[in-house]
């Protein structure tokens, strides 16, 4: 059974997120993580593995390369091996262009079963995998809140507003986890001393034969004209805390017939 | 020269602090008010490795250096110290004479359990008539036919009786003028533990009172040769006073870190606080004190790393750290105000548990001491 993650690296939740604004991308300089959402499929990796007893959890990351950090940390969590790719005619590759290049880079893997958080942390997009699933052509499942394998399928309980949806899809397919799936587990000591032994494979644009007019601002399909601030909601009321303002909360709700 | 942590320095850090925030600091003012001993921590902090960072593999631990002790250390001890005792005594004082001294048969039978952390160690050497005067013990242990029969009592004593308590290396005297140390199994006739001691701080870590009434021991539970107890507990307190230190460090930063929070929501006369200048020069003495802790503790651990001679900057750091973290954590809680004084304020506790970085594994006064036998007085 061979298991790849797709993961990113994204701002740290308490760092604040700057957009940049020569380039209107977001600001990565700052204190970076693993994307959270992504931890919630490499440990459901990796418990596949454990389960199974055999098989490789391979990390895949496209990103710029200090973000190899947040790839050793995947490392030190458990996956066997890491693949970066780097590149710097990369940069500004909208969803398009990531989908692309990480399909290039699963696809080498030959993996059985590919797992992706079911966003970025950052963007909140969760669109990715879809992209990733059609340039695959592989059977893609989302939202997935509970997982198992058997003979050559994947079972998937996919959360729904109403329930779940059961889904089975066959191998090799895409399934974006939810992040109800698993807690993930904290790299242990071991883990983290161990993660440099492990290999950590790092690609080129060129190594994975994408063209300069297939990644980058060239191989995007949307380009980002401006950015601004949500409008302000005009009809806001403020209520300070003077001992009184329970009872304004109350009245004022009332008022409108929403309690 | 660098002053760079390597990466695994660095994940490590991130690793525990996560884990402190996540795990530790929803429950911290809880266990502290109900005096509870963290089992649960206990053995989420084991599966991680953080039970024997610096026990080499072969004997069940994680092969840490001493770096990455303290830097797990510093992280727990800024959200609670409770649970930054435990590791720390258990490892320092507890499973750090086995590996120095123990025999290689000694090594087998203990480190394995002790260094996973399924089981915790202790280390008694005060008694109440024998704390900085050490050397006073009165504990006694004779020889008997092939057994140490062991009488006197111990006070302070951290991890000695929790439920997963495997044992205590004591201190005792085995001839006019000699001391020695003997390992004693929990659960042996003879061994008695107090209740928990009521403490103003690390109120969810274990401090008990022990009694040896003839207790027998057997005779090969001496660690290492009969008499060199002096030596041996001497060598183990320096390499316990980094991980003091780096709890002070760690405390300094964790206050700190409140402090400079609550600053920044915290309004008066129409603004935050944080924008006043005298908040300001408090948080920049503050962190100017934390960064010149930091180094003296790194310097002290890298300096043992290299097995090089550490015990003065131990000392060194134990001392200065336990003064810095007085003077971060009294303005931290100043900067609270009134809400500091409450219970619900995590600074509170934090400054209730300051006090004891000043007495434990050598009082301020000792530390001089020692620093000042170092330069040559």
């Known amino acids: ?259 | 020269m660098d002053f760079d942590l390597s990466d695994e320095h660095e994940l490590l850090r991130t690793t525990v602090r996560a884990f402190a925030q996540e795990r530790i600091a929803p429950v911290a003012e809880e266990l502290d008010r109900e005096h509870r001993f963290p089992y649960e921590l206990v053995a989420e902090l084991a599966e991680l490795g953080l039970m024997g960072i610096p026990i080499p593999e072969e004997y069940g631990g994680a092969g840490g250096d001493t770096l990455s002790y303290a830097i797990a250390i510093e992280e727990l001890t800024r959200v609670d110290s409770s649970v930054a005792i435990t590791v720390a005594a258990h490892t320092s004082l507890g499973t750090m004479p086995f590996l120095l001294f123990g025999s290689e048969e000694q090594k087998r039978e203990w480190l394995p359990e002790l260094a996973s952390g399924r089981r915790l160690a202790a280390f008694g050497l005060t008694e109440p008539g024998a704390g900085s005067d050490a050397g006073a013990t009165r504990t006694h242990a004779e020889l008997r036919d092939g057994e140490w029969i062991v009488n006197g009592s111990k006070i302070f004593i951290t991890n000695a009786g929790t439920d997963i308590s495997a044992c205590v290396t004591i201190t005792a005297r085995t001839g006019d003028d000699e001391i020695s140390n003997l390992i004693v199994r929990n659960g042996s006739p003879g061994y008695e533990i107090s209740t928990p001691m009521r403490k103003m701080g690390w109120r969810a870590s274990d401090t008990r009172e022990l009694s040896f009434r003839d207790c027998a021991v057997p005779e090969g539970n001496l660690l290492g040769p009969r008499g060199a107890g002096f030596k041996q507990f001497l060598e183990i307190l320096d390499g316990g006073r980094i991980s003091v230190a780096a709890m002070g460090l760690g405390l300094a930063q964790g206050a700190y870190d409140l402090a400079l929070a609550y600053s920044r929501e915290r309004e008066q006369f129409g603004r935050p606080i944080a924008r006043f200048q005298a908040i300001q020069f408090a948080l920049a003495d503050m962190a100017t004190e934390i960064e010149a802790a930091r180094g003296l503790v790194y310097k002290a651990a890298w300096l043992k790393d290299q097995v090089r001679p550490f015990a003065r900057e131990s000392a060194i750091a134990k001392l200065y750290t336990g003064e810095v973290s007085k003077r971060v954590v009294d303005r931290a809680l100043q900067i609270h105000g009134g809400y500091g004084f409450m219970d619900e304020y995590a600074i509170s506790r934090l400054y209730r548990d300051q006090k004891v970085l000043e007495i434990g594994e050598g009082t301020n006064e000792i530390q001089r001491m020692v620093i000042a036998r170092h330069l040559g007085l």
């Open chain 1, 1 to 259: 059974m061979r298991l790849a993650v797709c993961v990113k690296e994204v701002p740290e939740a308490s760092a604040r997120t700057r957009i940049d604004p020569g380039t209107l991308r977001l600001d990565r300089g700052g204190a970076a993580t693993l994307n959270p959402f992504d931890a919630h499929a490499l440990e459901e990796a990796l418990r596949i593995k454990e389960r199974t007893g055999e098989g490789e959890v391979v990390a895949v990351m496209m990103a710029p390369l200090p973000a190899a950090d947040s790839l050793r940390k995947a490392l030190a969590i458990g996956a066997d091996r890491a693949v970066h790719v780097a590149d710097d005619a990369l940069a500004g590759s909208d969803l398009v262009a990531t989908a692309r290049t990480l399909a290039k880079a699963v696809e080498r893997e030959e993996p059985d079963l590919i797992l992706l958080g079911q966003q970025g942390g950052d963007s909140d997009g969760a669109v990715l995998w879809s992209a990733l699933a059609d340039l695959l052509r592989l059977p893609v499942v989302s939202q997935a809140a509970s997982l198992e394998l058997a003979e050559g399928k994947v079972a998937v309980k996919r959360q729904t507003e109403y329930g779940y949806d059961l889904i089975e899809a066959p191998l090799p397919c895409i399934v974006a986890v939810s992040d109800a799936i698993n807690e993930p587990r904290y790299p242990s000591l071991k883990g983290i001393m161990g993660a440099k032994k492990k290999p950590h494979e790092t690609l080129n644009a060129a190594d994975l034969g994408l063209g300069a007019d297939e990644i980058g601002e060239a191989g995007s399909r949307t380009e980002v004209y401006a950015l601004a601030d949500p409008p302000s909601r005009g009809d806001s009321v403020r209520i300070e805390g003077d001992g009184a303002a329970a009872e304004k909360v109350v009245e004022y709700l009332t008022e409108r017939k929403l309690i």
